[in-house]
């Protein structure tokens, strides 16, 4: 219980950081630690597959095509000047934030939960994969599929040099 | 106040911080992380009621949150891939100027 608290307090307060920075290099590097934390959670609730493929999927792999993209999309040092109605848009942003936020707390608190089991689910790796393979073979294939058209498309929509004149 | 109460009031913090990102900031990258922070706040209530529901089948939550992370990471690419697209067209990547459909 004691961990999940500080578990939660470090992500929030990392994710809190991180949105709140003018520089996106900090920015991302500060939401790593946000995705690690989101991993700790998963490793804390005993979901070690998945805690995994977190490390690696965003820790890893989406940091660094977000590093990328502020790289390839930086111009200037002061790149994100604050447009005057930006206070506005953020302080209204703000209340419908602590609005929902408001009504989800309220919801969850209110709700009687049915009381767990003992012991926590144990699932291992091994029988994971029988069911993905199995009764879930058919997700796994669209799930590969969506992948490879994500990755073509993503390199055909990047690389695009605009030639109208000259579609080939 | 269970833990499974715990983990519903992280998750919904998240959500929030996610939420308020991506209606605030005019940068695209930050609006594309803050729906990534929204995506991951939504696995982790999977997580929580795998934990602690009455799960019928054991590992259904595991398996509902591998494949939202595939197409989380879909997105992303796609969504930066995006980002790059408009960089190259308009030369900065704000949104409130982005308000063309036309090539």
Same mark, same amino acid.
């Given at each position: $219980?004691?961990?999940?608290?500080?578990?939660?307090?470090?992500?929030?307060?990392?994710?809190?950081?991180?949105?709140?920075? +003018?520089? =996106?290099? *900090?920015?991302?590097?500060?939401?790593?630690?946000?995705?690690?934390?989101?991993?700790?959670?998963?490793?804390?609730?005993?979901?070690?597959?998945?805690?995994?493929?977190?490390?690696?999927?965003?820790?890893?792999?989406?940091? $660094?095509?977000? /590093?990328?993209?502020? /790289?390839?999309?930086?111009?200037?040092?002061?790149?994100?000047?604050?447009?005057?109605?930006?206070?506005?848009?953020?302080?209204?942003?703000?209340?419908?934030?602590?609005?929902?936020?408001?009504? /989800?707390?309220?919801?969850?608190?209110?709700?009687?939960?049915?009381?767990?089991?003992?012991?926590?689910?144990?699932?291992?790796?091994?029988?994971?994969?029988?069911?993905? $393979?199995?009764? *879930?073979?058919?997700?796994?294939?669209?799930?590969?599929?969506? =992948?490879?058209?994500?990755?073509?498309?993503?390199?055909?929509?990047?690389?695009?040099?605009?030639? +109208?004149?000259?579609?080939? | 106040?269970?833990?499974?109460?715990?983990?519903?009031?992280?998750?919904?913090?998240?959500?929030? &911080?996610?939420?308020?990102?991506? &209606?605030?900031?005019?940068?695209?990258?930050?609006?594309?992380?803050?729906?990534?922070?929204?995506?991951?706040?939504?696995? &982790?209530?999977?997580?929580?009621?795998?934990?602690?529901?009455?799960?019928?089948?054991?590992?259904?939550?595991?398996?509902?949150?591998?494949?939202?992370?595939?197409?989380?990471?879909?997105?992303?690419?796609?969504?930066?891939?995006?980002?790059?697209?408009?960089?190259?067209?308009?030369?900065?990547?704000?949104?409130?100027?982005?308000?063309? &459909?036309?090539?």
């Amino acid at each position: $219980m004691i961990s999940l608290v500080i578990i939660a307090a470090l992500t929030l307060a990392s994710a809190a950081f991180a949105l709140t920075r +003018r520089n =996106l290099i *900090h920015a991302a590097l500060l939401l790593i630690f946000t995705w690690a934390g989101i991993a700790a959670f998963y490793l804390w609730a005993g979901a070690e597959f998945v805690a995994f493929a977190q490390i690696l999927i965003y820790v890893g792999a989406v940091s $660094m095509i977000v /590093l990328f993209a502020v /790289l390839l999309t930086k111009r200037t040092l002061a790149d994100a000047p604050i447009e005057p109605s930006s206070h506005r848009r953020a302080f209204l942003a703000v209340i419908a934030g602590g609005a929902i936020f408001g009504l /989800l707390a309220f919801a969850i608190t209110q709700t009687h939960f049915v009381p767990p089991p003992d012991r926590a689910p144990v699932v291992e790796v091994r029988q994971l994969g029988f069911q993905l $393979m199995g009764s *879930h073979a058919a997700s796994l294939l669209v799930a590969g599929v969506i =992948l490879t058209v994500t990755l073509l498309g993503a390199t055909i929509i990047a690389a695009n040099d605009h030639n +109208r004149e000259d579609p080939s | 106040m269970t833990p499974l109460h715990l983990c519903l009031l992280l998750s919904a913090a998240l959500f929030t &911080l996610g939420l308020i990102a991506a &209606l605030t900031r005019s940068n695209s990258i930050l609006v594309l992380l803050g729906v990534e922070l929204m995506l991951n706040a939504a696995n &982790l209530n999977f997580i929580a009621f795998w934990r602690y529901g009455p799960s019928p089948a054991p590992a259904t939550g595991m398996i509902f949150v591998l494949f939202a992370i595939a197409i989380a990471a879909a997105e992303a690419a796609v969504g930066l891939a995006l980002v790059i697209a408009i960089y190259r067209h308009q030369k900065n990547i704000r949104l409130q100027e982005a308000n063309r &459909l036309k090539g």
